[in-house]
């Protein structure tokens, strides 16, 4: 699992910060959250091949969240992409886009499928046989939804050693990796655990921004591997994290902890603050596993 | 008059290119010319004023002309602007933005006004006692106008050693500006000619971008100082600008000689050509005085 952070600044895009953009590989998917204006080219920046980008998942319909997405959908075109694009957001989107791409008589060559997002409580969005993924409804200003994203429980491995000394046809392979006890070729019942290894630990990651401190949200997030919380403010400023419905570094930190996350990474920063280094220093004390989102910053999970 | 190039390439942003966006300065007005994505980082990057940017001119809907408009429009709100921003655009774009607007609840503070074009004439958009600003009907694949930017013939100017020796009262001054003659102290006429020099010459930009060749704009552009005219390709390509209603730099420049113009400006280049100058080269044995543009590039006309 590596998560690659193309942006994570509030309100607007400025010379040297991008708005909320970031790519999650995981289990050979490449998942976009949030689409940020200049989203484009912070893709190409950090060599990320926008043919492996086949779902995209938008919080919410603020700005700093979605504007970039009409101009990837365009690009996606003039690659002249074939592949199915699918996009999980907020009800609304698929009219703006779809009026756009009218206006400019654009039409995409591809497939391009909104899934439109309206339910206030947690959703499977999407599943194939290795990930799942979640909405996590949060408390913002407008309809906002979080994402988390699940490994399902891969098979259990073969140890090749033991496998090939208790003499097993090849043909029990698939039910020994399925977990089943099998007969060996002289009849014998064979343990599955003496033969196998268990599978690795299933890796999960959740997205939350932005959000004001919300404990509603800890049952959805409950042991999760990797927490990105916002933390568009400082302790300093709690009362316009409060009115404006964001979450300061101390209170993201105190969701991870309450959650039991492994770790915890801030983001979502606002422009105000020149030093980042202040918002470890503030969630650290609550949970120590604190890292700071970066633009450009890569975080691998394995 | 001083031209700023924010962007002069075509179809997508890219890591070292941006889509198409200009500032104009001409008589104390900051007009911003199209607007692709980025724009406003761009504008931050080559320090415009936000705040001096009262005027917007989008050529058509196209995204590498307009996606940036939404969240520049976003930013003056953050930003707290109070005066009114005027968008010159095809009609459709104030419906994107209005839509966009309502959905992330994020209306404006100040006054959005849009001038939705529908003209296939040449038609006065914006006028004041300084300067006027035409449309310029373009053929492109959908409804697109260029634009040209005239300054008015301003007032004559004193020659103050002569206005004092001719002994005339300050009260008349105005009317010595306004060309008219005048009578002095001792009740003599005093012609205008003697005791002022004329006005600087007034001078015009046109912008033509995207376009195929048209003969049609010649009437509308004849005898401009300054036209900027796309050169999305080469003539080794003539056939793509054809199919794509767009010009090669050999036909840039026929339209610049032919319409008399003083400087040329190529620019709206495809991002198939790794060098430039290729695109003076072509331009050049037609007419002469012809320049590129490039990103971040500053032109002065005074």
Redesign the interface.
Known sequence: MKLTILGCYS?????NTNPTSQVLEIKNHTFLIDCG??T??EL??NKIKFSRIKHIFISH???DHC??L??LV??FR?LTREADLHVYA?K??K??IT??MK????WTNYRLIFHELTSTTSELIYEDDKVEVYTIPLEH??YTNGFLFKEKLGERKLDMNAVLNADIEVSYYRKLKQGFDVENRQGAVVENKTVTRDPNKPKSYAFCSDTAYSESILPIIKDVDVLYHESTFLEQNKELAESTKHSTAKQAAKIAKMSNSGTLILGHYSTRYDDLSIFKKEAEPIFKNTKLAVDGKVFNFD
Chains 1, 2 share one sequence.
């Open positions: 309100a607007t895009p400025r010379t204006e200049g484009q080219v190409r920046r319909l603020h700005g504007f970039g009409v101009g365009s690009t003039l907020p609304g989107l009219e703006v009026l756009q206006l400019s008589d654009s200003r407008i």
